[in-house]
Antibody, heavy 116, light 111 residues
Framework: QVQLVESGGGVVQPGRSLRLSCAAS????????MHWARQAPGKGLEWVAV????????YYADSVRGRFTVSRDNSKNTLYLQMDSLRVEDTAAYYC?????????WGQGTLVTVSS | QSALTQPPSASGSPGQSVTISCTGT?????????VSWYQQHPGKVPKLIIY???KRPSGVPDRFSGSKSGNTASLTVSGLQAEDEADYYC???????????FGGGTKLTVL
């Protein structure tokens, strides 16, 4: 069965960095584009970044462009989100999701708290 | 990357039907047939319930249906049940060179 397991969240001070990982299993990871999405406490969903199946294309939300970098290692079936220059407003649950135009499977999420 | 517009709330009694709208522009909802709907219960992970405007993933009851007219997509829940009470989010492609966009979400209450 398809499984997506995020890790790497935690509490970090503003301006610092954090790297999230998403370990995929149960499907051919290298055949699927992948998303990162986030949800601030009590707020709605926001797409953060998407990466094509082969890493050839990457797109970002305006709110994170230039600070966040999405990448993948198809040999390790793992998706990454490098988050630099973190801001208080980046505080959210971060989810990885399978697919580009259709996010059909989601991980359980990892919580990122940016606070001084 | 402007968010799609959804009503903040909707409600209906058990057995009734309710429709939630999702309004975008010709650059997203109106321009592509990649509209999806997600259901999220409190404290849970979003679940895909409609994709490509009107298709249901395996296991999603046929009480859930989707449609689109111009720049507005709609989710209809027929025969409302208590377990349908949740937040619903629409999402649309905004072109192959862009990230998709979500709606602000609609809280569905079953009275």
């Amino acid at each position: 069965q398809v499984q997506l397991v995020e890790s790497g969240g935690g509490v970090v001070q503003p301006g610092r960095s954090l790297r999230l990982s998403c370990a995929a299993s149960g499907f051919t990871f290298s055949s699927y584009g992948m998303h990162w999405a986030r949800q601030a406490p009590g707020k709605g969903l926001e797409w953060v970044a998407v990466i094509w199946y082969d890493g050839s294309n990457k797109y970002y939300a305006d709110s994170v462009r230039g600070r966040f970098t999405v990448s993948r290692d198809n040999s390790k079936n793992t998706l990454y989100l490098q988050m630099d220059s973190l801001r208080v407003e980046d505080t959210a649950a971060y989810y990885c999701a399978r697919g580009v135009w259709i996010a059909d499977y989601w991980g359980q999420g990892t919580l990122v708290t940016v606070s001084s | 990357q402007s968010a799609l517009t959804q009503p903040p709330s909707a409600s209906g009694s058990p057995g009734q039907s309710v429709t939630i709208s999702c309004t975008g522009t010709s650059s997203d909802v109106g321009g592509y047939n990649y509209v999806s709907w997600y259901q999220q219960h409190p404290g849970k992970v979003p679940k895909l319930i409609i994709y490509e405007v009107n298709k249901r993933p395996s296991g999603v009851p046929d009480r859930f249906s989707g449609s689109k007219s111009g720049n507005t997509a709609s989710l209809t829940v027929s025969g409302l049940q208590a377990e349908d009470e949740a937040d619903y989010y629409c999402s649309s492609s905004a072109g192959s060179n862009n990230l998709g966009v979500f709606g602000g979400g609609t809280k569905l209450t079953v009275l």
